[in-house]
Every structure is written in structure tokens, then in C-alpha cells.
């Protein structure tokens, strides 16, 4: 009894000398924090205008004596418009933010252990447009000037006019924005060890943060104008005696556009920053082991653009000066003119833009162990860096433009005596134009920037382990584009100055001219634009054990290895131990110990001795450690015996 008494009192002895942190261990936590932001939009819009005009002059006089007619007109302007506008418009902000500091064992001394922790991030943005546009003008435009004069005697007429201004025009606009901010960061600080001095361990620190944005954008447009406009002067005279006209004329001025203009706009920034400090055990001398850093960071832009529009414009567009004379006697006529002005145009403008910018930036500190001697390990860092952006756009765009221009100045006379006519003349200005504008414009920037430094064990001198380094980054960019365009003009432009005359007398006709000015046009224009700009730095510093290490074993020479600043070495060892305890010796154990040393040297000037570590100097705690642990068993032994009764068996 009084010997287990002992045994009790020997331990709390030790564990009372002990410091007061023997056996600390540590803190952990965890952070995690999660966005979602799905947009999904839809717009479709139709307009249609449809216009039949209709305006006329038609006097009709029929008078066994005189016709007198004073100035007859008709005047039109006629305008049809149809316009569709679809737009969708979207906008994501997004901003994480992490920030984690870890204690670690400050005043532990002897056998503490570890600190941790863990951050992830995970953001996500999917936005999704559709928006539909149609316009059609449908136009049917009649002006004319139609006065019938019947009479026994004489029709005299005054001036006469047809003048017509008609306009259809068929406009749509489709349009998708797309803006996406994501902005990512991430602080962590995981405290060492910082007055442990044997046995210590780990900090640890983890980081993992992801972003991902998603934008699809398709945009249809169609646009159309049909024209149809006949402008009229035809006045008719039927008389015994003599027919007496004044001047006439037909004055028409039309206009039939089609116009599309589809556009995506997509915009997608991401910016991420991760920093990350591991502390190291600085006080720690013996058995050191800890700190360890990991960070991943990953970005993905994905961008798919589609856009689609057409114009299509059809003029049909008749304008005549035909008047008619028929007369017993003379016919008499003043100047007379058919003027034409017409118009047609198509125009589709489709466009894509895209422009992903992706910052991304790791800076790493692990510490290392400065002040450990024997039996050190630890630092050690890794980073690991992603970007993907991803552009995909498709344009396509038809502009197509028919025309139908006629312009006839025909009077025609028939008399029994003379025809006495004025000038006459026939203008006609026409032009067609198709233009189909496709274009896609990608522009992607990518920066990546890596920092890390670790820490060695500067004061090692035997069984060092430690530092090492990883930078992994990657940049991925790819731009794919199609634009096609289709432009067609059709244009048939008629213009007739064509007087015709039938007398019994004599004709007598003043100057004609048929002027005529036409122009069809088809432009297309395809062009793809991409720029990539890709930027990657890494920093790596590397702290390496800069002292020396003696070593010495029985039997063996004493080797002296002195570390160079660059040079790499690597040593792996496989150790089988077995222990056999006798019983009857309260703490007295024996240790057969195979120790392998393998060694790799690839670099000049480095050399690993064949000796067994941890031997010298260094073991001179442990063996009085020991000592004292079997002086204590000593003592317990002989207790034991001055207590035992005379020819008792020893206690097992």
C-alpha cells in the first residue's frame, strides 16, 4: 500500500514541476458563406400600323355649251409608322466578405497542440434575357386628280394639280444589359505557438472561394414597310369646239423605311482576394511542428450572346401626268409635269458586346520555426488559382430593299383641227438602299497574382524538416464569334415623257424631257472584334535552414554539414521499433531501434552522413529524465522489500 502510495506521489511530483500549459490543445472554427442570384427576363412586343389613304379630285361636268373649269388640286400626305420597343435590363451586385482570426496557445510550453480554421466562399450569379420585336407598316396611299369635262362647245380649264407626300416607316429596338458584379474576399490569420518550447503543434489554416457568373442574352428584331402610292393627274376633255387646258401637273414624294436595330450587352467583373497568415511556433525548440496553409480561388465567366434582326422594305410607287383631250375643234394645252421623288431603305444593325474582367490575388505567410533546434517540422503553403472566361456570340442580320418606281408624263389629244401643246416633262428621282451592319465585340482581361513566403527553421541543427512552397495558377480564355449579313437592293425605276397627239390640222408640241435619277445600294458590313488579356505573376520566397548540424554516433566520425541557402535535399527515413519489458524493474525498459537512412543529393556541395539522429549534446534532457526516472523505481524497489514479512514471494 505504502509503495502504490509512493508511485502517486512520484507523479503529482512530476506533474507539479510541469508548466502549467503541459498539455494545452486547440481552437478551430469555421466560416461559410453562400450567395445565389437567378434573373430570368422576358419581353416580346408587337406593333402593327396598317393605312389605306385614299384622296381625289374628281369633278365631272358634261354642258351641251361652254365648260369652264376653274383650278381643281389634290393634295395628300399620308404618314404610317409602326414602332416596337423591347428592352431588358438586369443587374447583379454581389459582395462576400470573410474575415477569421484563430488564437493560438500563446504561454503553452510543452505540449500543445493546435489552432485551425477554415473559410469557404461560394457566390453564383445566372442571369437569363429573351426580349422579341416586331414592327410592320402597311401603307396604301391614293391621290388623284380627275376632272371629266363633256360639252357641245368649248371645255376651257384652268390650272390642275395632284400632289401626294407619303410616308410609311416600320422601326424596332431590342436590347439586353447584362451587368454582373462579384466581389469576393477573404482574411484569415491563424495564430502559432508563440512561447511553446517542446512538443508543439499546429495551426492550420484553410480557404476556398469560388465565384461563377452566367449571362444568356438572345435578341430578336423584325422590322417590315410595304408602300403602296399612285399619285394621279388625269383630266379629260371631250368638247365640239376647242379644248383649252391650263397648266397641269402630278407631284409625288414617297418614303417607305425599315429599320432593326438588336443589341446584347453583357458585362461581367470579378474580383476575388484571399489573404491568408499562419503563424509558426517562434518560441518552440524541440519536437516543432505545426503551421500549414491552403488556398484555392476560382472564377468562371460564361457569356452567351445571340442576336437576330431583319428590315425589309417593299415601295411600290406610281405617279402619272395623264391628261386627255378630244376635241372637234383645236386643242390648246399648257405646260404639263409629272414629278417623282421616291425613297426605300432597309437598315439592320445587330451588335453584341461583352467584356469579363477577372481580378484574382493570393498573398500567403506561413511561418516557420525560428528558434527550434532538434526535431523540427512544419510551414509549408499552397495556393491554388483558377479563371475561366468563356464568350460566345452569334449575330445575324438581313437587310433586304424592292422598289417599283414608275413616272409617266403621257398626255394625249385628238383633234379635228389642231393640237398646240405646251412643254412637258418627266423627273424622277429614285433610291433604294439596303444596309445590314453585324458586329460582335469581346473583350476579356484576366490578372492573376500569387505571394507566398515561407518560413524555415533557421536554428535547426539536427532533424530538421519543413518549409516547402506550391503556386498553382491557371488562365483560361476562349472567344468564339459568328456574324453573318445579308444586304439586298432590288430596284425597277420606270420614267416616261410619251405625248401623244392625233390631229386633222397641224400639231404643234413645245419642249418634252424624261429626266430620271436612280440609285440601288446594298452595303453589308461583318465584322468580329475580340481581345483577350491575359496577366499571371507569382512570388515565392523560400526561408531555408542556414545553420549547422553535428552529428556523431558510436563507432561512427563526426561530419560537419554545413546548409547552403540553395540547396535542396531530401532524406526519407522508415524506423521499426520494438519494446520488451521485463517484469520485477518498476521503469526500466530495453529499445532496439533500426533507423534507414536514405540519401538523395542534387545539389553541389551537400552532403548527408550516415549517422543516426538526434545523438550529441541534444540528448542530455532525456537521459536525465531517465536517470531520474530510475532512481525513482530504485527507491520504490527497496521500500517494497523493507516492507515485506520474511519469506514472502516479491510482488509482481
Known sequence: MKAKLLSVAVVLVALAAAPPALADSGTGALLAGLQNATTAQVAAALSASQQSAVNANVPVSISGGTVSVGPSAATQTANSAAT?????????????????????????????????GAQVGGQNAATHQGAAGAANS???????????????????????????????????????????????????????????????????????????AETDQAAVGAAQSDQHAVNANVPVSIAGGDVNSGPSSATQTPSSSAT?????????????????????????????????????????????QAAIGGAQSNQTAVNANVPVSIAGGNVNSGPSSATQTADSAATANVGNNATTNQEQSQQQTVG???????????????????????????AFGVAGSEQTAV?????????????????????QTASSAATANVGNTATTNQNQSQGQTVGGNQACLAGCGGAGAAQTGGQNAET???????????????????????????????????????????????QNNA????????????????????????????????????ATRTVSRTTTTRTTTRTGVAGERTTKTTTRVTRTSGVRGVRTSRTLPFTGVFLLWPS???????????LVRRASRRDRPLGAMPPS
Open 84 to 116: 416596337t420597343n423591347v428592352a431588358n435590363n438586369a443587374a447583379t451586385n454581389q459582395n462576400q466578405s470573410q474575415q477569421q482570426s484563430t488564437g493560438g496557445n500563446s504561454s503553452c510550453q510543452a505540449g500543445c497542440g493546435g489552432a485551425g
Open 138 to 212: 402597311n401603307q396604301r396611299a391614293v391621290n388623284a386628280n380627275v376632272p371629266v369635262s363633256i360639252a357641245g362647245g368649248n371645255v376651257n380649264s384652268g390650272p390642275s394639280s395632284a400632289t401626294q407626300t407619303a410616308s410609311s416607316a416600320a422601326t424596332t429596338n431590342v436590347g439586353n444589359n447584362a451587368t454582373t458584379n462579384q466581389s469576393q474576399s477573404q482574411q484569415q490569420s491563424t495564430g502559432g505557438n508563440s512561447s511553446c518550447q517542446a512538443g508543439c503543434g499546429g495551426a492550420g489554416g484553410a480557404q476556398t472561394g469560388g465565384q461563377n
Open 368 to 394: 516557420g520555426n525560428d528558434s527550434c533546434q532538434a526535431g523540427c517540422g512544419g510551414s509549408g503553403g499552397a495556393q491554388m488559382g483558377g479563371q475561366n472566361a468563356q464568350t460566345t456570340q452569334v
Open 531 to 566: 481581345t483577350t488579356n491575359q496577366n499571371q505573376s507569382q512570388q515565392q520566397s523560400q526561408q531555408v535552414n542556414t545553420g549547422q548540424a553535428q552529428t556523431r554516433a558510436p563507432g561512427s566520425r563526426t561530419t560537419s554539414t554545413p546548409a547552403s541557402p540553395t
Open 480 to 526: 468564339t464569334q459568328a456574324a453573318m449579313g445579308a444586304a439586298q437592293s432590288s430596284q425597277n425605276a420606270v420614267n416616261t415623257n410619251a405625248p401623244s397627239a392625233t390631229a386633222a390640222g397641224n400639231v404643234n408640241a413645245g419642249p418634252s424631257a424624261a429626266t430620271q435619277t436612280v440609285a440601288s445600294t446594298a452595303n453589308l458590313t461583318a
Open 260 to 304: 432593326t436595330n438588336v443589341g446584347n450587352n453583357a458585362t461581367t467583373n470579378q474580383n476575388q482576394s484571399q489573404q491568408q497568415t499562419v503563424g509558426g511556433n517562434g518560441s518552440c525548440q524541440a519536437g516543432c511542428g505545426g503551421a500549414g496553409g491552403f488556398q484555392a480561388g476560382a472564377q468562371e465567366a460564361s457569356t452567351q
Open 624 to 634: 536525465v529524465l531517465g536517470l531520474l526516472l530510475l532512481l525513482a523505481g530504485l
Open 407 to 427: 413616272n409617266g408624263n403621257t398626255p394625249v389629244s385628238v383633234a379635228g383641227g389642231d393640237v398646240n401643246s405646251g412643254p412637258s416633262s418627266a423627273t
